[in-house]
């Protein structure tokens, strides 16, 4: 069995205003020069599309990078952002 990392990624900082910032923390598997976000029970994370989370590593690159690099796009995608909390919503079109 494939050893389970995590890592911690920040993804907002500490402002003067008094917010102490935000991080972000995923588990990821590294296995045949692979990195994989994956559950704390080892299912791996997909995004909206169904598209896993993973990625090859090139050369000079170190998997707890790269696992950071997909938990904060995670992070985003999932739109967690301060931002998009008051964005519009688009709902689909119903058709009877």
Do not use: C
């Amino acid at each position: 069995m494939t050893k389970l990392h995590r890592v911690s990624v920040q993804v907002f900082p500490p402002n003067d205003s008094g917010f102490p910032g935000q991080i972000e923390e995923s588990n990821y598997l590294f296995e045949d020069n692979v990195v994989m976000l994956v559950s704390h029970v080892g299912i791996p994370l997909r995004n909206r599309k169904g598209e896993k989370y993973e990625r090859k590593l090139n050369p000079g690159e170190s998997p707890h990078q790269i696992a950071g690099r997909l938990a904060s796009q995670r992070f985003h995608d999932r739109g967690s952002g301060k931002r998009s909390f008051s964005r519009p919503l688009n709902y689909p079109k119903i058709h009877y």
